[in-house]
């Protein structure tokens, strides 16, 4: 991590390039002092005096763009800034002899220079080879698209251009104040010369996009990095997350001592763990730690998803900031039952459709291809009723591979027509169950759902488990005290009021019913400054990048 000295130094640095980009802007277009202009007529002819001001003017874009990345430690910035702000010493001097904004650039180029050290965030190299090709390939372009255009439309002018001095005249459209003089004499032509500049703009803002990306993973984790992962997970494994850190939309990050395995999702600059590290509790410092040193190397926010209450004083002992984001519910089996009042409702359902025929069974692995076919068109049936896709990250979704692998259990009628499912998965070194795909048709008995839960909770309490996992409650339990803090009262407000569209409430209210205790689950981000993109990457990686999908109420 940087020391204070060192974030300091980057603050300074990020504001002085943007004030560096400013400073330029303003004096590429307001006019040099007199007496220095007429000093300069001696020795600096006048068409480079004049492209000084187009230098001025472009190096103070790029310095605008480049100061966020160097506060991202950008490699590629760094570089860009120092050969810009070079550019931009020799600019002022010649334009004007400003030696003033000359010395302003002078001073951040010896900061770069005495910080290279600290920039070692690295961008994506295929990205980087592209943005190269798009910028040669621009200034090429921009070159031969106003030769042509020149010669093609010099009756659009008062000079008939030849090829030679079309390419004069697209050259001095950039190096000269004046366009070497250029008259339109229709509306096309003005609108021709102005396109010039828009395409050289468009391009180069494209080729400074791409050289300045994070690192893009195109490859998903190795075969034997997965086969590490599972032997670690099941060693370690710890919480209802466990199994899905297997998935694979998952790559993975190796503690140094090599006992520890981070699950995480990259999307644009957020990457995005699925719960806490899993390993010994004494490697867990040392596996963040060095987390969050490989992200900073790949431009990326490292953020960790439903991790459990547990380690937060340790997560934020490493400078990330924590936010409650729901609860998980959990049954206690061992008190479970339907005796009281308050559970007439559970003891009706279960009552009615046990004499209407209706059986609750239950098949180990491995599933048969006859049972995951009719598994299919029920899980069908219920993503087309909800207008969605399936969600990925934290949960499972319909993959035969996955569901073989998993005990499943169904609802089904008299006539043995399957009406509802569940697959349920283990916790490894927790003696808990927890529960992933709940599907049913859309027509289905009334209390169907019920009727399944607690036929699940008797029968893993027959089994000797201590806990049901019902899943995270989504935005509940937040906001409760005066010192929440304000992030956390933010989403305590979307809970209150996206409900009606995505029946956060209502579903906290399903969960409860079943009596379970109730866990907080958090999000550990970097910071403030993180949020954006962390919550974007977190949202592509549920929605597998679907996002219109995902962003359907109900889906």
């Known amino acids: 991590m940087l020391t204070r000295r060192n974030r300091i130094g980057l603050w300074t640095a990020t504001l002085l390039t943007g004030l560096v980009g400013i400073v ?9 002092l007199p007496s220095r202009t007429e ?31 160097l506060f991202r430690r950008k490699r590629i910035a760094w570089l860009l800034t120092v050969g810009l702000l070079i550019v931009s010493i020799l600019s002022h001097l010649v334009k004007g002899l400003d030696y003033e904004e000359s010395l302003l650039s002078g001073v951040l180029l010896v900061q770069l220079l005495s ?8 961008s994506d190299r295929p990205s980087v080879a592209q943005g190269i090709r798009v910028l040669v390939g621009a200034l090429l372009f921009t070159l031969a698209y106003g030769t042509v255009g020149f010669f093609l439309l010099d009756r659009q002018y008062t000079v008939n251009f030849d090829l030679p001095e079309a390419l004069l005249q697209t050259l001095a459209m950039f190096f000269t104040a004046d366009n070497a003089g250029l008259e339109p004499t229709t509306r ?28 893009l993973l195109r490859s998903p984790a190795l075969l034997q990095e997965r086969q590490r992962a599972k032997e670690i997970v099941e060693q370690y494994g710890r919480s209802s997350l466990a199994r899905f850190t297997l998935f694979d939309d998952k790559v993975y990050y190796f503690s140094p001592s090599g006992r520890s395995a981070i699950a995480y999702v990259p999307k644009g600059r957020g990457a995005i763990a699925l719960g806490d590290p899993i390993g010994p509790p004494e490697d867990r ?53 339907l005796k009281g009042k308050a559970n007439q409702n559970l003891r009706n359902y279960t009552n009615r459709l046990t004499k209407a025929g209706y059986q609750v069974k239950f098949y180990p692995p491995p599933i048969s291809d006859r049972l995951l076919r009719e598994l299919r068109m029920v899980s069908d049936e219920w993503l087309q009723s909800m207008h969605g896709a399936e969600k990925k990250f934290s949960l499972g979704w319909f993959d035969e591979e996955y569901l073989r692998e998993c005990e499943i259990v169904t609802v089904e009628a008299l006539d043995e027509r399957l009406t509802a499912f569940a697959n349920v998965v283990s916790e490894y070194r927790i003696n808990d169950i927890t529960i992933d795909l709940m599907r049913h048709r859309n027509s289905v008995e009334s209390g169907t759902m ?54 956060f409430k209502s579903l ?48």
């Open 188 to 215: 096309f032509g003005q609108y021709f010369a102005d396109s010039i500049y828009l395409v050289g703009v468009v391009t180069i803002g494209y080729s400074l996009f791409m050289l300045l990306r994070p690192v």
């Open 39 to 69: 000093f300069l007529e001696q020795f600096i002819p006048f068409d480079i005096r004049a492209g000084g001001h187009f230098f001025a003017a472009i190096t103070g874009f790029i310095l605008l763009t480049l100061a966020a990345n």
């Open 508 to 555: 906290h209210a399903y969960k409860e019913k079943f009596h379970p205790r109730w866990e907080p689950r958090y999000l550990v981000y970097p910071g403030l400054a993180a949020v954006p993109d962390v919550v974007v990457a977190l949202i592509r990686a549920d929605s597998g990048d679907r996002l219109f999908d995902y962003l359907k109420p109900g889906s």
């Open 285 to 337: 410092k040392e596996t963040i730690f060095s987390f969050r040193q490989f992200c900073e190397r790949n431009d990326w926010y490292p953020a960790f998803y439903q991790t459990l209450p547990d380690d937060l004083e340790l997560y934020q002992s490493l400078g990330f900031s924590v936010v409650k984001i729901g609860e998980e519910a959990i049954v206690d089996l061992h008190t479970f039952n």
């Open 115 to 122: 910080m290279h050290s600290s920039f070692t965030a690295k």
């Open 24 to 32: 330029n802007l303003l004096s590429a277009v307001t006019p040099n």
């Open 450 to 503: 019920d009727f399944l839960f607690i036929s699940m909770f008797q029968h893993y309490k027959d089994l000797g488990y201590d806990g049901f996992n019902l899943g995270l409650s989504a935005l509940s339990g937040m906001g409760e005290t005066q010192n929440t803090p304000r992030l956390e009262k933010g989403l305590n407000y979307l809970y209150e009021h996206l409900n009606r569209f995505y029946n």
